[in-house]
């Protein structure tokens, strides 16, 4: 005796839609069980205000000595031109060695990790 093929349960995801709904219905069903998303712009701007005002707490002309890592997070809270603005007058890669900077001020901003500690001493 032949049994009957029987259809597969809708599926609950999102790129596969159950019949007679719409991928934004999907997709906000999936936003609602995962809660709110998080404002990165406003974190953005309170890491961007708080980098400016450490900067501006400096008179003068500033070398800016910057750990290779943060080379990036840094690029997503600002510019080089916004540095600049800030009295940043040149800046250089944290690495051993002596560094010939043309400022008498010097900012580093590094990881608090044991072998910059060095570096900087």
Not at 24 to 42: F, L, N
Not at 65 to 70: A, G, I, M, N, R
Not at 71 to 77: Q, R, T, W
Request: glycine residues 8%.
């Amino acid at each position: 005796m032949a049994q009957a093929i029987q259809r597969p349960a809708p599926s609950s995801h999102p790129s596969h839609p159950a019949p007679g709904s719409s991928v934004s219905e999907e997709t906000s069903k999936i936003e609602e069980a995962e809660g709110p998303r998080a404002d990165v712009g406003m974190l953005r701007e309170i890491a961007k205000r708080g980098l400016i005002d450490s900067l501006n707490a400096i008179n003068g002309a500033k070398t800016l000595v910057l750990d290779p890592s943060l080379a990036g997070p840094l690029g997503l809270v600002t510019e080089v031109a916004l540095l600049k603005q800030q009295g940043v007058d040149k800046m250089f890669w944290l690495e051993s060695g002596p560094l010939n900077a043309p400022t008498t001020n010097i900012v580093y901003l590094c990881r608090p990790h044991v072998k910059w500690m060095k570096v900087i001493a």
